[in-house]
């Protein structure tokens, strides 16, 4: 019975063309905008994961144990100690790539006049392996170690109106809390993905850093990038043991989940897009009900005839029932495969946010990939369905309520 | 079979109260052939409906096989007239998107007959109706009179006891009714099956062999013939 059923309900979607297609529109166009929207915040949260664990924190971040507590008086003073982690590092086994870095505020005198930036002291052979530095570097090349260079960032040369070549005062407040100045050249331009990093930043050699800011071969910060498949929060804990063990220092080393507010932030967003696509769902499903009502309508005379020959309400319901889920899952199927062919062809070309997100300090990149997870796509296909089905129960279950003789008066 | 007794049901339209029948009361046997005639409003498709057990009685009692209908819950009037009643209808009511044959076959699967049977059964009611090789047809592609006999097919396929056809010839022409009516007739003679048809057209009700007539919801003529 119930396949004579779905078979009837499945003919009766060509009788109203017009109608079943817009209601499989309504549908189609919300699991479209779903699937790229979903696909958008995919992208998103993967971006900000690389920048993270790029720029901002490696994977596991290894800092003095009291940094955090005085970061806003910027205490380079409370150093790790480069030359003793570094030799412990290399022999752990969860651990692919580091990198030691100091990020610093500064000004920067131009010609009688202070411009606020931040500088970063790197070890260049070894960020190297850690980022696609070659890749960032648009112009000249990098800094070399011993030698009072930089690279700046594109955005802040061309606002201070520098090129390579230009020689660029740096004032700083050093670890001992003195003031100390230092000439560099700048000998190459960088862009990185994130916008915020361009428009502020100089990058200069590890040692160069050390000896202007009086750091005694200490570092900031040490960048870790584990070996893959290991997770990070559990380096992190053996990444401590070993140096506790070995240098019987405790030093403050946590995951970079544990350290970024913005990515808690962005699965929790997450879940609010679920909301929200709830809500799209929802509104799209509001014509799929306007037009069952009206089939009901329609087909009146059809409802007291079956009802006459013996046909139970819970038949009648699930006849429309059926036909409304059939355009349901066909709306949704066609809205999920083009919400899947505009994120593969936007994918290619990138979305360009520069503009949008510009001064922004986020840690996402102003050009963005949307990133199709095969997972997120299937959910969104079935929760469209089901919401959209369980929608077309409400008008459906009218059929239940109506009375034979009524609907066979019915004109 | 059919126990009609002081049946009685009023329409309530705002303030005006309908008596659309007044005490009426009918024995119908098995197997009769029996047309109710009447003027406009007379009551024949009230009457009809209240036997068919799709509509209810404001008093007396109509009982079919010894049952009483006004004790029937919703359900089990649905059940009742799903085993014992077919209808056929002025306008014939067929499902648009089914083919002839399915909507005779749809009957038989309400009743959980099996695929095979319900093939046998519907290919041999559609060729007793005269729709040999229009089975794949919709109802679209039908004239009215087919479209009617689809109609008597699907009403007939269950073998109901009884048949109820409100006006089933008053959309179709003289000829056209005529073949119906034959149709009709050579189905209750062969299942013995029980018809009861209303009409105001003088050349159905002479096909009849009982005819009652109602006049302002009171029978004022019970004739066999
Ligand atoms: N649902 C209803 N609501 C109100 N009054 C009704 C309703 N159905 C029928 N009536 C009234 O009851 C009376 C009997 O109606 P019924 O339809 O049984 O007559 P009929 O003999 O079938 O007429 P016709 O030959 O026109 O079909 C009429 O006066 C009609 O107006
Ligand atoms: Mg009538």
């Known amino acids: 019975m119930t396949t004579k059923l779905a078979k009837t309900a499945l003919r009766n979607i060509s009788r109203n063309k017009r109608r079943s297609i817009l209601s499989g529109t309504a549908i189609g166009v919300s699991a479209m905008a779903i699937v790229f929207l979903f696909s958008i915040i995919g992208g998103m949260t993967e971006d900000m994961a690389f920048n993270l664990k790029t720029y901002y924190t490696g994977e596991v971040r290894i800092r003095n144990i009291d940094y955090d507590k005085y970061e806003r008086y910027n205490p380079l003073h409370l150093t790790v100690d480069w030359e003793s982690v570094k030799d412990l590092l290399v022999d752990i086994e969860d651990i692919d790539k580091f990198v030691p870095r100091i990020s610093f505020p500064a000004n920067l005198y131009i010609e009688g006049s202070n411009f606020g930036a931040m500088g970063v002291g790197a070890n260049f052979s070894l960020e190297a392996g850690f980022q696609d530095l070659d890749g960032s570097l648009k112009s000249g090349r990098l800094p070399e170690k011993g030698k009072n260079e930089m690279i700046m960032g594109a955005v802040l040369a061309r606002d201070l109106k520098l090129n390579i070549g230009d020689k660029v005062t740096v004032m700083s407040t050093t670890a001992a809390r003195g003031t100390n100045a230092i000439t560099l050249k700048i000998v190459g331009l960088f862009s990185f993905p994130v916008g915020a990093l361009n428009s502020k930043y100089f990058w200069l050699p590890l040692d160069r850093a050390q000896y202007f800011l009086r750091m005694n071969g200490g570092v900031q910060e040490v960048l870790i990038k584990v070996k893959e498949g290991v997770d990070p929060k559990k380096a992190a804990a053996s990444i401590s043991s070993v140096i506790t063990n070995n240098t019987g220092k405790t030093l403050d080393i946590r995951s970079w989940e544990e350290l970024s507010t913005s990515y808690g932030l962005m699965k929790m967003a997450d879940m609010i897009y679920n909301f929200i696509a709830m809500f799209f769902f929802l509104l799209g499903s509001t014509v799929i009900i306007n037009t069952t009502m009206m089939v009901i309508f329609e087909r009146m005379r059809e409802i007291g005839t079956l009802g006459a020959m013996g046909m139970h309400g819970k038949e009648l319901v699930r006849l429309f029932f059926f036909e409304g889920t059939f355009i349901s899952m066909i709306g949704a199927a066609v809205g999920v495969a083009t919400g899947i062919a505009i994120t593969l062809y936007v994918g290619k070309v990138g979305l360009d946010f520069t503009d949008a997100i510009s001064g922004m300090d986020f840690e996402v990149s102003s ?28 008008p459906s279950k009218k059929a239940a309520k109506i009375e034979p003789v009524e609907a066979l008066r019915y004109v | 079979m059919i126990n009609v007794k002081d049946v009685e049901r009023n329409y309530q339209t705002g303030e005006t109260v309908v008596k659309a029948l007044r005490g009426v009361n009918l024995d119908i046997g098995k197997g009769e052939f029996m047309s109710i005639a009447g003027p406009s409003g007379s009551g024949k498709t009230t009457l009809l409906n209240l036997i068919g057990c799709i509509d209810k009685m404001d008093a007396g009692e109509i009982s079919i096989k010894d049952e009483a209908v006004s004790k029937m819950k919703k359900k089990e009037k649905t059940n009742f007239r799903r085993k014992y009643l077919g209808f056929i209808f002025q306008t014939y009511n067929l499902i648009p998107v089914l083919t002839a044959y399915e909507n005779v076959a749809f009957v038989l699967s309400l009743l959980n007959v099996n695929e095979k049977e319900i093939e046998l ?6 060729k007793e109706v005269g729709l040999e090789g229009m089975e794949h047809r919709r109802p679209g592609k039908l004239s009215g009179g087919q479209q009617q006999r689809v109609a008597i097919a699907r009403a007939l396929i269950k073998n109901p006891e009884i048949v109820l056809a409100d006006e089933p010839t008053a959309n179709l022409d003289s000829n056209t009714g005529k073949e119906i009516l034959e149709l009709m007739k050579r189905m209750n003679k062969k299942h013995q099956t029980t018809f009861i048809f209303s009409t105001h057209d003088q050349m159905v009700m002479d096909y009849a062999d009982r005819l009652v007539i109602l006049h302002d919801g009171q029978i004022v003529s019970d004739e066999k013939r």
Do not use: D, E, W
């Open chain 2, 121 to 126: 059964r519907t290919m041999a009611i559609l």
């Open chain 1, 367 to 394: 050009i963005l990939y949307p990133k199709l997870s095969i997972g997120k796509t299937i959910f969104v296909y079935f929760y469209s369905v089901i919401i959209a089905a369980g929608a077309t129960l409400i």
